[in-house]
């Protein structure tokens, strides 16, 4: 598969509708396959910090990353979004990424560590 990188950009939005998804910094502590969902897929739980705590996610994420890999590991995810029912999962946030050039999802994590909670900004 071959990712069109010359897809057009999204409408502007107002520095405020950005201000309204909110972007934290979290570490995987717990990961493990989830056979059940459609694409290659593992569950989450991942460590916000103690505002906002331990949080549910299914990412589409096993074509590049083994549950052992991800342990320890910090990652980005949006943490307002009304939580969605993911076959028999529950995920209460979404975890970030970028396609690679052939399609698999490559997560956002920052350069050094952070605290658990951090925001994006």
Same mark, same amino acid.
């Given at each position: 598969?071959?990712?069109?990188?010359?897809?057009t950009?999204?409408e502007?939005?107002?520095?405020?509708?950005?201000l309204?998804?909110?972007?934290?910094?979290?570490?995987?502590?717990e990961?493990?396959?989830?056979p059940?969902?459609?694409?290659p897929? !593992?569950?989450?739980r991942?460590d916000f910090?103690? *505002?906002?705590g @331990?949080?549910r996610s299914? =990412?589409?994420i096993?074509a590049?990353y083994?549950?052992?890999q991800?342990?320890?590991?910090?990652v980005?995810?949006?943490?307002?979004?009304?939580?969605r029912?993911i076959g028999?999962?529950?995920?209460?946030?979404?975890? !970030?990424?970028?396609?690679?050039t052939?399609g698999? *999802?490559?997560? @956002?994590?920052?350069?050094? =560590?952070?605290?658990n909670?951090?925001?994006?900004f």
């Amino acid at each position: 598969m071959h990712l069109d990188t010359t897809a057009t950009l999204a409408e502007t939005v107002g520095f405020d509708a950005f201000l309204k998804v909110d972007i934290r910094i979290g570490t995987v502590i717990e990961a493990e396959p989830y056979p059940e969902a459609r694409k290659p897929s !593992l569950k989450l739980r991942i460590d916000f910090g103690p *505002v906002i705590g @331990v949080k549910r996610s299914s =990412a589409q994420i096993a074509a590049l990353y083994t549950p052992e890999q991800l342990i320890g590991r910090q990652v980005a995810a949006v943490v307002n979004f009304p939580p969605r029912q993911i076959g028999k999962f529950t995920s209460e946030v979404l975890t !970030l990424g970028f396609p690679s050039t052939e399609g698999e *999802v490559v997560l @956002v994590s920052p350069e050094r =560590a952070v605290p658990n909670g951090a925001r994006l900004f």
